[in-house]
């Protein structure tokens, strides 16, 4: 088995980023302790922002032009949207 060195002490992020131009982890770390971690579920935060993300232009662009913070303008966009549901259902 291949000798493992010794990871150094970096004083700041500019040190260690000079460092691993330099270097090979693979020098440093057994990649045959490595562990596969479980595939995390993303929480519901997540999937929120994963479906608003394509949707921030427009949004930004039409609470600018109602003079809402971009909060209060998904706030009242998600309530219409609910409210439409409630009265009209699959629409």
């Known amino acids: 088995m291949k000798q493992m060195k010794e990871l150094p002490k970096f004083k700041n992020e500019d040190e260690e980023r000079e460092f691993w131009s330099a270097h090979s982890f693979l020098d440093y ?4 302790k490595f562990k596969r971690v479980p595939e995390r579920v993303p929480s519901k935060d997540v999937m929120l922002h994963e479906v608003l993300a394509g949707l921030t232009d427009q949004v930004e662009s039409l609470s600018r032009e109602k003079k809402l913070s971009v909060e209060e303008m998904v706030r009242q966009l998600v309530a219409a949207g609910l409210k439409q549901q409630r009265v009209q259902p699959g629409a």
């Open 29 to 32: 770390y057994d990649i045959k």
